[in-house]
């Protein structure tokens, strides 16, 4: 089990938002949670609402909020971010408007197929955002990057704290070495675009009535640089959809130029996979350690 979860009972989620609004809070129900916030739907006046909740503090809700105000368009719908504020002294809180849909993962696979076309349209829409603020990598709620430049944020990306897992058994360090090798092999062919990126863009975060695309969420982890490490992320996690020629196919339409592809693919999967490694265990989850490890394996290292 994850120690990086945010905890709080549905009990409590209720007590808060009648507390909050003082008023009569209906259908409260639990969403199954990502790694570190927990969320409930519920209703107030007749209107269907998120709450969603964390122990990391209001920052990235803040992004949540900027993305609304600065993306949001007919075919990025981003739900409206209504409140803002603290739990306690230990979580923070968002409310949001709650988008149509479910998300992909809860949609059958022959359902998912049928939207990928749609999924990568959305996706490159994204990439076509003009983009606020300056800098690269990741971005704070004013819209400004924390990096001068796209490899200055791949290099640092590399230098994940490893004190945090000197006591964790099960982490294999001989395979971390092996996976910085070849990212380092492979940074010098990755651009210094300066795109919008998701960083989270998928299963989990995006949202579809079956038919179009109804909602793009949680834009906590969203940076500024190489679109293709969006496609990198939906490729690691879903290589039977075939996003990647799909993908292949809307940019030739519509002109976009991928030179060093393939390059640029393998090195932010093999990014994704290293981050993905250290967070579980950083987290104690070593079941899921050891499903990254078969990915890995399967990406040839």
């Not at 022959?110 to 990741?138: R, S």
């Not at 360090?173 to 651009?191: G, M, N």
Request: net charge negative.
């Amino acid at each position: 089990m994850s120690t990086h979860k945010t905890e709080l009972t549905l009990s409590d989620a209720k007590d808060f938002l009648s507390g909050y609004f003082n008023d009569d809070v209906t259908s409260v129900s639990e969403i199954g949670g990502g790694e570190t916030s927990k969320a409930f739907f519920f209703k107030l006046k007749d209107a269907d609402y998120v709450l969603r909740v964390n122990s990391h503090g209001k920052e990235n809700y803040l992004k949540d909020k900027f993305a609304y105000q600065n993306f949001t368009s007919q075919n990025i719908p981003i739900p409206e971010v209504i409140e803002i504020g603290d739990v306690n002294e230990s979580l923070s809180f968002c409310i949001t408007k709650k988008c149509s849909g479910i998300t992909l993962d809860q949609l059958d696979e022959a359902t998912n197929k049928l939207l990928v076309p749609k999924v990568v349209a959305a996706l490159l829409e994204v990439h076509q955002l003009k983009v606020p603020g300056t800098g690269y990598g990741n971005w704070g709620s004013s819209g400004n990057g924390r990096f001068k430049s796209w490899n200055e944020f791949l290099n640092a990306s590399l230098g994940t704290d490893e004190d945090k897992l000197k006591n964790v058994l099960f982490y294999d360090k001989d395979l971390r070495d092996k996976l910085k090798f070849r990212i380092k092999e492979l940074i010098k062919y990755c651009p210094e675009e300066r795109v919008v990126i998701h960083d989270d863009f998928g299963f989990n975060n995006t949202l579809s009535d079956g038919r179009k695309i109804t909602g793009v969420i949680d834009w906590e982890e969203s940076i500024y640089g190489d679109p293709v490490r969006d496609l990198a992320r939906l490729e690691l996690w879903g290589s039977e959809y075939g996003f990647t020629a799909e993908y292949k196919k809307q940019s030739k339409r519509l002109g976009i130029k991928l030179q060093n592809f393939e390059r640029r693919l393998e090195c932010y999967k093999l990014m994704i996979a290293l981050g993905s490694l250290w967070f579980y265990a950083y987290s104690n989850q070593e079941e899921s350690y050891r499903n990254m490890v078969v990915v890995v394996e399967g990406l040839g290292i």
